[in-house]
């Protein structure tokens, strides 16, 4: 099942993807939840019966409403640092013996269509194609055998950068450099963790205007979705609706001979197989008056 967030009057609510446009699940039927964290927390019982919901549920157009980040509110949004080992190599470093994690603001996530700023005060504004891990299932301390079971859905992302910021700012600005607005779409939909059994194997793929700059597949991670849930739950606990961006491929912007840096007008798109595409323009920030 394909599902999103859209606002509404009484705030965000969660709806079902059909062919024929989104069809609001509690509107259809009042054993649902309105919002998507109340949902993910409920499980597989309560995804089982939003199928049903939504074969009989009335569609209406999907731009008809505005969409929402498919998990409006998250209380984390954790990153992977350098998780395939050729595009750690191309970043200079040697595979990590550990994950590397940090994070961004919810503040930055956007969705599907809507546009990526470039800030005034960054010059070299990257992109990054990313499996987006939504947990769904509450735990700590979570067996590895185990991590698989608390995963409600995946999305594709765009771990958008500034490299200027990350690599060259006193201390090296990874936090900043990696949360400015907007630099953390995902979607264009939940993808429920049914339709995946493996994301371990899915085809990844980033075009800019068209032109493929990232290719490769979650087989090349070098820590898998469950080694990472188990190595961030033995330090904080996994809260329904939490993301986990699990790292990029090879081909990243500024580590091209000469670099690439996005620029206004450009169009990024993230491709991985048995998801879809996360398609965003590219836009200048508008100065503010004086």
């Known amino acids: 099942m394909r599902l999103v967030s859209y606002r509404s009057p009484a705030g965000p609510r969660v709806a079902g993807v059909r062919d024929d446009g989104l069809v609001d699940l509690h509107q259809t039927d009042q054993r649902f939840p309105c919002c998507m964290k109340a949902l993910l927390q409920r499980g597989e019982p309560l995804l089982a019966l939003a199928d049903e919901i939504l074969q009989r549920g009335k569609a209406f157009p999907a731009d008809s409403v505005e969409l929402l980040p498919p998990v409006p509110n998250p209380e984390k949004v954790l990153c992977v640092g350098a998780n395939y080992a050729d595009h750690a190599a191309e970043s200079g470093m040697?595979?990590?013996?550990?994950?590397?994690?940090?994070?961004?603001?919810?503040?930055?996530?956007?969705?599907?269509?809507?546009?990526?700023?470039?800030?005034?005060?960054?010059?070299e504004v990257d992109y990054e194609a990313e499996l987006v891990v939504v947990i769904g299932k509450p735990g700590r301390h979570i067996p590895r055998d185990q991590a698989l079971e608390?995963?409600?859905?995946?999305?594709?992302?765009?771990?958008?950068?500034a490299r200027d910021w990350q690599l060259r700012k006193p201390g090296g600005q990874w936090l900043l450099g990696k949360t400015f607005d907007t630099f953390a779409p995902f979607g264009p939909a939940l993808v429920t963790a049914d339709e995946i059994p493996d994301p371990g194997n899915l085809e990844i793929q980033l075009?800019?205007?068209?032109?493929?700059?990232?290719?490769?597949?979650?087989?090349?991670?070098?820590?898998?979705?469950?080694v990472l849930i188990a190595y961030v739950s033995d330090v904080c606990t996994l809260l329904p609706g939490d993301l986990i961006f699990t790292g990029t491929p090879p081909g990243v912007g500024f580590a091209r001979k000469p670099p690439i840096f996005l620029k206004p007008g450009d169009t990024v798109e993230v491709d991985i197989e048995k998801i879809g595409v996360l398609r965003n323009p590219v836009v200048a920030e508008e100065p503010t008056g004086s």
């Open 94 to 123: 040697a595979p990590p013996e550990e994950p590397i994690l940090f994070s961004k603001f919810p503040s930055a996530l956007s969705v599907d269509g809507a546009p990526i700023v470039l800030p005034r005060n960054s010059q």
């Open 150 to 161: 608390h995963v409600a859905a995946y999305a594709c992302g765009n771990d958008v950068s």
């Open 207 to 226: 075009r800019l205007n068209g032109q493929t700059m990232q290719q490769s597949s979650t087989r090349h991670f070098i820590f898998p979705v469950d």
